[in-house]
């Protein structure tokens, strides 16, 4: 199955060429979309369409938008002009239907909640206000943790949990959602390779289950290793198709542009220093000021 | 002076019965709210809006009309600009906080000095008169008491969640945006409730430093209301009682008590980590 | 570690239960309390106590509010004075928005039917000054003697309400009394009179003194502050120093308990002697220990400065 992306043009055109038609068995479709923050663009031009089941890499350098279509396709962000759409309705929706674990980097572990809290968590949203959670709900969050290897540890508090283990916990909230969507950003960055695999290998079932799940990551070798597809993203959409996009010198040149010094055959170096998408002042929520940025 | 009469001899006056329900039930709705903002770092939000809510009791004062009505008006209605003024995006939160109390509270005493009479009662807003509390005043005190907390129990999943993850909360659905204004108007109609009981200038403590105590003890998000909510409620037995037999400010001495309470806290479970560090490491 | 303290304190705190129970429930051995005889009465400030305690005597036993050198303005009450309301047979004040505190107070802490007297409220002979907007009076009374036997004799009225059985002690005490205040009311007229007419002005802090200046023959200029606690507009302080260079007034006059430097400015600005240590709501440190001590120094006071 492949991700349908229209590259961007040089030319202003308003028509979209590809990639907006109801042919497809589509789970989130971009279309016309521009976006950005304040006064700045972040995202042009943007038409995206990703299959039922598919296991989605996002890739492309920091600052260019990565986590912006994860928020788009997450509801959390209004595009400026075009529409976004999830299962059918435009995002947000559906979002029950969603589950997005965010940027380790982004959240609170000083936060007194346990790993049961946190899985627990995923079944809010269906509650709805003055409902407890019932057996139902811990049920399901029982089996999310096993499935994530969390089940002994329900009762630590996330503060002692090592990366891994948190990954694994916020993966255990997103599956007790039972989501149809996963929206994952850096879901393997800062994590060991006995837990990147063991996380994608949950994603991959899941994808062959039928669930579409799209991560954003910085790591080209994981994308290309653990992903079925890949939407480069700069800026604008700058390619896509299956995994093995990214070992295209052409590709990369686009997406890294500047940051990509190419040593001789088939090596090069990608010089990318680590720093965030600034989340900007319009979404700036109270917990933003807690230090969660370096 | 035995133990009997120290505990029994004040219980004997109705306004100190009154002025003690009054700080215990005011000291747990603000520990219950303030666990909140210990966690979202809205301490100053909170010394704002209780500063805020001066000009609506000057102008209600003026006009007139019961003085918490003013003061709801004004400390509800900052609270909702600040939270609108922050998702604009175009100022960090302090900054748009820094602004509207400091407007605010100006506006107040701008107001006040245009008042040619003497206004004693607006001093009480200041610093509390819990003495002063009649029976009428302590009951819509449980009343407004007992809707703030409804509400924090009957939203307390999608607060938590909306407060721990607000990314992850809004993109599985949860209305973030409303349950933030819901939690500031939550926030301000507290302060409201516990102005007669430790005036405007003490009650960002009352709010923060039972929570703030009950976070260097709790593991999980409830255990961490509930010592909270505790803590905000006994302490004002002992600083009731402390004011009473050294006739001091009753505000300040139940403030100085919480505050104690924390040191306390604070070097127990300080030597408490330092001991365990020397301890073999159990995983 | 932190599951071990929450149990540490639960046991302590369950100890500290124990502990209060057996207290409360022992038989009590505390101080059986000295019944008192005499009449508990409470003022709201100490020169209305004074003057209770002139018609009263040993029958009574007063105290008040307000201590001393504090300002009855701007008084806030302690658990100690709440505490004295509520077991008070006699309330003491004197109304006209000089002490309203006290009767919130009394609403909160007075058991039901407690007598209040307000002095200076509903008095017949007496004829009010304004106050400092359209509805209200200025309250302070008593610095004109000849008001101050007015309130001698609804002390003693209410004195006799409440303590039937000395009706005719305090009668009698109030007549002594009055009697003295018509001594010093004499003696005041004379003093002022020794000061020459064209230097009888004076500018005080609050207006504490118009029904003084009226009875006794001296005129306000000005007044620093309308109402004590609100600072002076830049307006108001500017139109008060031309007032009293124009007046040509010689002195300023403030009281213990209220800041100075409003009043060192305004002389500065007019050149005028500062006193600044009259006495009008409260008593003082000796010897300004009675009623009659703060009308004496007081003349004193004005006396010396205006000559």
């Known amino acids: ?294 | 002076m035995n133990l009997q009469e120290t505990v029994l001899d004040p219980l004997a006056f109705p306004f100190f019965v009154r002025a003690l329900v009054a700080s215990m039930i005011v000291g747990l709705v603000c520990a219950t709210v303030g666990s909140y903002m210990v966690l979202r770092g809205l301490a100053f939000m909170g010394d704002a809006l209780s500063h805020s809510a001066f000009p609506g009791v000057v102008v209600a004062y003026i006009v007139k009309a019961p003085l918490y009505f003013g003061a709801s008006i004004a400390a509800v209605g900052t609270a909702l600009a600040i939270g609108w003024l922050t998702r604009q995006g175009r100022l960090r939160t302090d900054t748009a906080i820094g602004v509207l109390f400091a407007a605010m509270f100006a506006l107040g005493i701008f107001l006040f000095s245009t008042i040619p009479n003497y206004v004693g009662d607006l001093f009480g807003f200041l610093f509390g008169n819990v003495l002063g509390i009649g029976f009428g005043d302590l009951l819509s005190l449980a009343a407004l008491a007992a809707l703030v907390l409804a509400t924090v129990l009957i939203f307390w999943k999608e607060l938590l969640y909306a407060t721990f993850d607000p990314l992850g909360a809004a993109a599985s659905g949860l209305p973030v945006a409303r349950l933030d204004y819901l939690l500031l108007a939550l926030i301000a109609l507290t302060i409201v409730i516990s102005l007669q009981a430790v005036g405007i200038i003490l009650v960002v403590a009352m709010l923060i430093t039972p929570a703030a105590t009950a976070q260097l003890v709790a593991r999980s998000f409830g255990r961490l209301v509930v010592t909270a909510a505790a803590i905000g409620a006994l302490c004002p037995i002992l600083g009731l009682y402390l004011s009473y037999w050294l006739n001091s400010a009753s505000g300040a001495t139940v403030v100085l008590v919480e505050s104690g309470l924390f040191l306390v806290v604070l070097a127990a479970t300080g030597l408490a980590g330092r001991l365990r560090r020397l301890e073999p490491e159990a995983d | 570690m932190s599951s071990r303290l929450a149990c540490k304190a639960s046991h302590a705190l369950a100890f500290a239960a124990l502990a209060l129970a057996l207290a409360t429930s022992s038989a009590g051995c505390g101080s059986t309390s000295t019944t008192d005889a005499r009449l508990t009465v409470v003022a709201s400030t100490t020169v209305f106590a004074d003057m209770v305690a002139s018609v009263g005597g040993g029958l009574v036993s007063v105290t008040s509010l307000v201590p001393k050198s504090a300002d009855v303005h701007t008084f806030e009450p302690r658990p100690a004075d709440m505490k004295a309301v509520a077991s008070a047979s006699l309330l003491v004040m004197n109304g006209l928005g000089l002490d309203d505190w006290m009767e919130r107070m009394i609403t909160n802490a007075a058991p039901e039917g407690t007598p209040v007297v307000k002095l200076a409220e509903n008095l017949p002979g007496v004829e009010l000054l304004p106050g400092e907007t359209e509805d209200t009076q200025n309250p302070h009374l008593w610095l004109d003697v000849k008001y101050a036997q007015l309130y001698a004799d609804r002390i003693a009225a209410a004195l006799s309400q409440v303590d039937p059985a000395h009706a005719a002690d305090y009668d009698s005490s109030a007549a002594a009394y009055v009697q003295e205040l018509e001594e010093l009311d004499a003696w005041v007229r004379a003093q002022i009179a020794t000061v020459p007419e064209a230097n009888r002005k004076i500018v005080t802090f609050h207006d504490a003194f118009p029904y003084y200046a009226r009875e006794y023959g001296l005129t306000v200029v000005g007044v620093a502050v309308e109402a004590p606690g609100q600072e002076p507009s830049a307006a108001e302080t500017a139109a008060l120093i031309d007032a009293i260079k124009a007046s040509g007034a010689k002195a300023i006059f403030s009281e213990a308990q209220f800041p100075t430097q409003l009043v060192d400015q305004l002389a500065a600005e007019t050149g005028v002697t500062v006193v600044s240590n009259l006495y009008s709501g409260a008593l003082g440190d000796p010897p300004i220990t009675s009623y009659e001590a703060v009308i004496r120094w007081d003349t004193d006071q004005f006396v010396k400065a205006l000559k």
Not at chain 1, 271 to 282: E, Q
């Open chain 1, 1 to 294: 199955m492949t991700v349908q992306a229209r590259p961007a043009r040089t030319r202003r055109d308003p028509q979209p060429e590809i990639g907006c038609d109801d042919d497809s068995p589509t789970i989130i479709s971009l279309c016309g979309v521009n976006v950005g923050y304040d006064d700045r663009l972040a995202l042009e031009d943007v038409d995206l369409q990703v299959p039922k089941g598919a296991l989605v890499a996002v890739v492309g350098p920091n600052g260019g938008g990565k986590t912006t279509l994860l928020k788009l396709i997450a509801g959390v962000l209004r595009p400026w002009t075009g529409t976004v759409e999830v299962l059918g309705a435009p995002a947000g929706r559906h979002a029950q239907r969603v589950a997005y674990v965010p940027q380790a980097e982004l959240v609170d572990w000083s936060f007194p909640v346990s790993v049961w809290n946190v899985a627990m968590m995923g079944r809010y949203p269906r509650l709805g206000p003055l409902r407890h959670p019932g057996r139902a709900d811990r049920e399901a969050v029982a089996a999310a943790l096993e499935r994530v290897d969390m089940a002994d540890r329900a009762r630590s508090t996330i503060g002692a949990l090592s990366g891994g283990q948190r990954r694994r916990a916020f993966l255990a909230r997103a599956m007790a959602a039972e989501a149809d969507v996963y929206l994952l950003d850096e879901p393997v960055t800062g994590v060991d390779l006995p837990t990147q695999e063991a996380i994608m290998a949950l994603m991959a079932d899941e994808a062959d289950s039928g669930k579409t799940v799209v991560a954003t990551t910085h790591d080209l070798a994981a994308a290309t290793r653990h992903f079925r597809s890949i939407v480069a993203v700069n800026r604008c959409v700058v390619a896509s198709g299956p995994a093995d996009l990214v070992t295209d010198r052409d590709v990369l040149a686009r997406i890294y542009g500047p940051h990509l010094l190419v040593l001789g055959k088939g090596i090069g170096i990608i010089d990318d220093s680590h720093h965030h998408d600034d989340p900007a002042g319009r979404e700036r929520h109270f917990h933003e000021d807690r230090g969660g940025r370096p």
